[in-house]
């Protein structure tokens, strides 16, 4: 009984350390050590394309990543010397545009950059040639998603002296006139598509003040470049918010995910507060408190729960960066807070960044050497969505559903590719077994009504492999 229970105990042990492995499945994007900065990604269906800028020259570059984390074919260089560029797929091209000779990520540069757009095949051929976006002008941090493709054009943020505008761009290199979006000034920018309009949210300095109270400010721009409605307070108080932003939409409403320092030291706390497609702002969720001092937080949806990235002690040598699942009312889906990059060959992660597609998320981050802060690497992870964190660990190729999660009354289980459960057993996270029944069927449905909330764990077999799944039960 002893060795059965000391077994037990240690499958449960790797599945509660399964979501922590998630670091185990980083690949290495770029192949050298002089890179600057990174900046967004895009996905065409097949591969992925990373932007970048590198060496002392700050070349603009970009690398293909296949689904899989593998290099495909060698490195792009575009040619020009400028900040890391934003990257967009319009479903036949690539659009990158990027600030010269500036970097990006530094809203407080001052203005005089132009900004550049350039066509990218999905091959890796430059499609045209380099072409004048703005003048006298510069994009925020590459985080926040200010170029984006709907509805047939891009559409593009930028500031000019701290005021933010908007631009369209069609796949054919059309620039429409811009359009100021407020008149209040500017720091990092977000934005994110609810399917009719945009919203852009952006934290403010007052004008040419850095050291006093943020605010954090939305507007909503149609999706053909035209304000809807007026400019709203997102967050208002009277401690700094000047960090960037992140914004994701659910099909129901915003995640707006920012930093408020603290009044009397320099620690951050994580926020979000969830914006409506009508202007309305919800209360303040605290995601991360200022004992971690996180700060460069990134959000994402899966269509079902917020991937919420951040990166714990950023800009110092204990940089950690860590992830968590989010309910679309701003709940940790359970209590796992995961570790996706940490340390490695003596190089520090500072930040991270994701997005879902493809049925799973894709995490990347930009190490850098510590002895000098200045050039790094780029590497990325890919995540599960939130609706198979609970991959069997066993069971061999078989593909095992155990839904929902969390649950409240009932669990349904599935076996594919023809395989029949033939036992079931669920124990709490003492290892006691609450429930055990046989069974010989492909789907099964069992009563957890009486258990009460909490982390259990539901061990299967089909009579050759075993696996278990952790799940979560709330009332």
Excluded at 17 to 36: C, D, G, M, R
Excluded at 144 to 161: E, P, R, S
């Amino acid at each position: 009984m002893k060795t059965k229970l000391f077994v037990f105990l240690l499958i449960v042990f790797f599945a509660i350390l399964l979501p922590y492995s998630i670091k185990a499945q980083e690949f290495h994007v770029t192949t050298s050590t002089n890179v600057l900065m990174l900046g967004e990604v895009g996905f065409d269906g097949t591969n992925y394309l990373f932007g970048f800028s590198e060496d002392t020259n700050n070349v603009v570059s970009a690398q293909f990543i296949s689904n899989i984390g593998a290099l495909v074919g060698q490195k792009i260089s575009l040619g020009y010397s400028g900040g890391a560029p934003l990257v967009e797929f319009d479903g036949t091209n690539y659009l990158l545009l990027w600030s010269a000779p500036k970097q990006v990520f530094n809203p407080d540069k001052p203005t005089g950059d132009t900004i550049f757009g350039q066509f990218l095949s999905t091959s890796g051929a430059l499609v045209g040639n380099r072409f004048v976006v703005a003048i006298n002008a510069s994009i925020s941090s590459p985080k926040g998603g200010c170029l984006d493709y709907n509805n047939g054009v891009y559409m593009v943020i930028f500031k000019q002296n701290d005021i933010n505008y908007a631009l369209t761009i069609s796949p054919s290199g059309v620039i429409s006139t811009p359009i100021q979006l407020s008149s209040i000034t500017s720091g990092d920018n977000a934005m994110a598509f609810d399917g009719t309009n945009y919203l852009v949210a952006w934290w403010s300095h007052g004008i040419g003040s850095y050291e006093f109270e943020q605010d954090i400010y939305g507007q909503f721009i149609s999706s053909t470049g035209s304000l809807v409605g007026g400019t709203f307070i997102i967050d208002d108080d009277d401690t700094h918010s000047d960090n960037p932003l992140s914004i994701a939409y659910d099909g129901n409403k915003y995640m707006v995910t920012y930093h408020v320092g603290s009044v009397n030291n320099n620690a951050w706390s994580l926020f979000s507060r969830f914006v409506s497609t009508s202007g309305i702002v919800d209360n303040r969720i605290c995601l991360r408190d200022s004992t971690y001092n996180p700060s460069f937080a990134y959000t994402s949806f899966d269509g079902t729960n917020y991937l919420v990235t951040w990166a714990d002690s950023a800009f110092s040598m204990q940089s950690i960066i860590k992830g968590r699942y989010y309910t679309p009312n701003g709940t940790p889906l359970d209590n796992n807070i995961f570790t996706i990059f940490s340390t490695l060959n003596g190089d520090v992660p500072m930040y991270a960044g994701n997005f879902f597609t493809n049925n799973k998320f894709l995490v990347v981050t930009f190490r850098i050497d510590p002895s000098n802060f200045i050039f790094g690497d780029i590497y990325g992870a890919f995540v599960p969505s939130s609706a198979s964190i609970l991959d069997p660990i066993g069971l061999a190729s078989d593909n095992c559903l155990v839904y929902p999660n969390p649950a409240i009354d009932y669990l349904d289980i599935s076996l594919l590719n023809n395989k029949k459960i033939k036992l079931i057993n669920l124990y709490d996270v003492f290892g006691k077994r609450l429930i055990s029944q046989s069974f010989n069927q492909e789907n099964l449905r069992i009563d957890i009504s009486k258990l009460s909330s909490g982390m259990y764990f539901v061990e299967l077999t089909n009579g050759i492999n075993k696996g278990i799944k952790k799940i979560v039960i709330k009332k």
